[in-house]
């Protein structure tokens, strides 16, 4: 069983600019959660998307959304970058929505120079 | 807010020498509390959900414990292989924003 796929995995952008990062989830898993991990903040959760719909969302600025499409393939977007955006961006799917047995892809990386 | 607390922040340990990490938190209702494990540029491995105080579970060289403030993960014998970091999360009563995560706790199994 195939597990969660992010891409891409590494990339670089300057400041103002924006970033799409995808994810595909373990197939059959409805639920797509949303963390930024850094050294000094650690995991954060940004937001949980269920069935298409966003269903919670953690305290990051209107700057970082996402959306989740039919087939639970989800993407997050982060617009008008800043220097503290660098972060390694992880995604996990569910099996249900607001679960805590996630299942999380390798991440992607961003760099924000 | 949610709060969790991990420590020690890093431990080194001989092979076989067994030890406990531990996990400190604060909840309005808690709903569950999760360890995970990762290694070096991967994302976390999900290992335990515990759910009331005295529950415990159990996989192969670790041991997670639960009580009304903290949780235990302990380490029975550890292998080289058992080195990663051990993060612990809660989920609280509204489950409206995500887990919190601790910063976790960085192990090192010399052989």
């Known amino acids: 069983k195939a597990g969660v796929t992010q891409t891409p995995r590494y990339l670089i952008k300057t400041r103002g600019q924006q970033v799409t990062l995808s994810c595909s989830p373990i197939?059959?898993?409805?639920?797509v959660s949303w963390y930024q991990q850094t050294p000094g903040q650690g995991l954060q959760f940004l937001f949980e998307y269920f069935s298409e719909t966003q269903r919670n969302k953690g305290n990051f600025p209107g700057r970082f959304s996402g959306r989740q499409f039919s087939n639970s393939r989800s993407e997050m977007n982060v617009s008008t970058l800043e220097l503290g955006d660098s972060a390694l961006y992880l995604c996990a799917s569910g099996t249900s929505v607001n679960t805590g047995e996630l299942f999380f892809g390798e991440g992607s990386r961003l760099t924000v120079l | 807010e949610d709060q969790v607390t991990q420590s020690p922040e890093a431990l080194r340990l001989q092979e076989g020498e067994s030890s406990s990490l531990n996990c400190s938190y604060t909840?309005?209702?808690?709903?569950?509390l999760f360890w995970y494990r990762q290694d070096p540029g991967k994302g976390p491995e999900f290992l335990f959900t515990l759910y009331s105080a005295g529950e415990e579970k159990e996989k192969e060289r670790l041991k997670a414990t639960l009580t009304k403030k903290e949780s235990f993960l302990h380490i029975t014998a550890p292998k080289p292989e058992d080195s990663a970091t051990y993060l612990c999360a809660v989920q609280g009563g509204g489950g409206a924003d995500g887990l919190t995560f601790g910063k976790g706790t960085h192990l090192i199994i010399q052989p």
């Open positions: 909840v309005s209702g808690l709903r569950g």
């Open positions: 197939s059959g898993h409805r639920s």
